[in-house]
């Protein structure tokens, strides 16, 4: 990363003495660009993660009005290996109990949420969205208020690739992409959370 860095900032400002630019205000245009690279890279980087043949991207998490007991978790998983892969289990210092669970509608066109006793495969070559309205991380029994902008500890296990510690970023309710699944009825019998 650090590399990456400094041969951006190369690029960008040469070994030039200061006295080539134009101006002091195309050398400061020019720190401005790097600055804001350096934050730009630094936050792509932070928040992706690796399991073995596993990339988890962006973990994130729905904010929850205060007092709820319930909400839940989102990522994408590429499994860059030749054998698949499974993600059993989830932790989530914000809540005393965490399942994988999956929307789905049934032969009568409800849509229902149901745990995913064994977890979820993410099979080889291939990239699996944990999304609203789908399959999703279940935090509940929550035992801290999850409120937007703030970030949360956790950890995924995977069958194969064991276990990796991930931060999830709580996001307001209007970034879900436009996948507004509020008003599903759970088939387990807990309070909707958007799934």
């Known amino acids: ?11 960008l400002l040469p070994s030039h003495s200061i006295s080539l630019f134009r101006s002091s ?5 020019t720190l401005a660009v790097t600055a804001m690279l ?6 792509a980087f932070a928040h992706d993660y690796k399991a073995g043949n596993i990339e988890i991207t962006h973990p994130w998490s729905r904010a929850v009005p205060e007092g709820a007991k319930v909400s839940a978790g989102y990522l994408t998983l590429t499994n860059s290996g030749a054998e698949a892969d499974r993600l059993v289990s989830a932790t ?4 005393d109990k965490v399942e994988i669970h999956e ?7 409800v849509m229902t949420m149901r745990q995913l006793e064994g977890g979820v495969e993410v099979p080889a070559g291939a990239t699996l969205e944990l999304k609203p309205g789908g399959v999703h991380i ?6 801290d208020w999850a409120k937007e902008g703030a970030k949360f500890k956790g950890t995924l296990t995977f069958e194969k690739a064991g276990s990796v510690d991930v931060e999830f970023e709580v996001q307001g309710m209007g970034n ?3 996948h507004g699944h509020g008003a599903a009825q ?4 807990h309070a909707s959370h958007g799934g």
Do not use: H, N, T, Y
């Open 1 to 11: 990363m650090q590399v990456f860095i400094r041969g951006a900032a190369r690029a």
């Open 92 to 95: 989530g210092e914000v809540a």
């Open 103 to 109: 929307m789905a509608v049934d032969s009568s066109g």
């Open 138 to 143: 279940m935090f509940m029994s929550m035992k």
């Open 176 to 178: 879900d992409a436009g």
């Open 186 to 189: 759970p088939a387990d019998g």
């Open 25 to 29: 205000g195309e050398w400061l245009g």
């Open 38 to 43: 350096v934050v730009f890279c630094s936050g």
